[in-house]
């Protein structure tokens, strides 16, 4: 099976000198906030040791071409999904790739561009953990999971600023894709090894900046952090929950109004699990753009440094 003798090459590259890439996927529909969560990520390694790469950029057709289709951006069929694997086990194995490039700005498809794998790799977008020779390339697993009217905000937003389209036109076009997201974006929620939901809470008044639950499934193991997370009564709490299958999984509540001193706390629990000598976590940890931060978002990207951290060792 292709994704077995996926998974079996990048066990015998463990073996060799040259140390292969960490794969990490990001996962989610449109808007759901994977950008904004890999640049963090990637600010905080350096350009030095990341490569970003978007699935989104295997569109086989351009925007203007899509009208015309029976089928959005987000159909396996709208994109060229078995290049996209036969690429990833090239920069899963240390390999560099043609990668096409599509333009969200224009909706153009664009000349190719050379990509070689750093010591990460970062691959988002729609349908990174759509099949199994996809899922079997990764490392760590990650879905956005955003309430969907905190998404349609999301989108509406982006794509009335930075894309060119009125609110209607969004609006009928997140109508228009919701059952291919139902169909193939939504069920890629149940191979990520973390789940990543900012939301509201119920009670919340008005303002209140988005809280973070993360759903920390044991297929990797996480950093124990039941030592500064004793008290159910704090801003951060992590319980013991059940998954979309019944199956018992950890959940990590970061509330939007997390106290700044006990966000300190947790985050330097973390950052010292990485072995750092000394220092403090980096101030561009949890930032959203605009000058805007947010601590839910701080504490998830430290979360989530720590597994590729991990990996890489």
Wanted: proline share 9%.
């Amino acid at each position: 099976m292709p994704h077995k003798l996926t998974r079996i090459r990048r066990l015998r590259d463990e073996l060799r000198p040259a140390r292969r890439p960490v794969m990490v996927a990001v996962a989610g529909d449109s808007a759901a906030g994977k950008t904004t969560l890999t640049r963090g990520l990637a600010e905080i390694l350096g350009p030095e040791r990341v490569t970003t790469i978007g699935v989104d950029d295997y569109h086989r057709y351009d925007r203007r071409e899509r009208k015309g289709l029976p089928f959005t951006a987000l159909h396996p069929e709208c994109n060229h999904i078995e290049i996209m694997e036969q690429h990833l086990q090239l920069i899963a194995t240390g390999n560099p790739i043609l990668k096409p490039v599509y333009d969200h700005g224009t909706g153009l498809l664009c000349r190719p561009e050379l990509v070689e794998p750093r010591e990460f790799v970062l691959v988002e977008g729609l349908l990174p953990l759509h099949t199994r020779l996809t899922r079997a390339c990764f490392d760590i697993a990650i879905y956005l999971d955003p309430p969907e009217p905190v998404r349609h905000r999301w989108k509406v937003e982006r794509d009335t600023r930075k894309r060119g389209y009125t609110a209607e036109q969004v609006l009928a076009e997140l109508e228009r894709r919701e059952p291919e997201s139902a169909e193939f974006i939504r069920p890629q929620r149940s191979f990520a090894d973390v789940i990543v939901r900012f939301s509201p809470i119920d009670g919340d008044p008005p303002g209140t900046p988005l809280s973070a639950d993360l759903v920390l499934r044991p297929t990797i193991p996480h950093p124990d952090l039941s030592a500064v997370l004793a008290d159910d009564g704090h801003a951060i709490q992590l319980r013991l929950t059940r998954d979309e299958d019944g199956r018992p999984v950890d959940t990590l509540r970061i509330h939007g109004n997390v106290p700044a001193e006990e966000s300190r706390m947790v985050r330097k629990a973390i950052w010292s699990r990485l072995g750092v000598d000394a220092g403090d976590p980096p101030e561009t940890l949890g930032g959203i753009g605009d000058d805007v931060h947010s601590e839910p978002l701080a504490i998830t990207q430290l979360l989530l440094l720590y597994h590729l951290v991990t990996a890489a060792r």
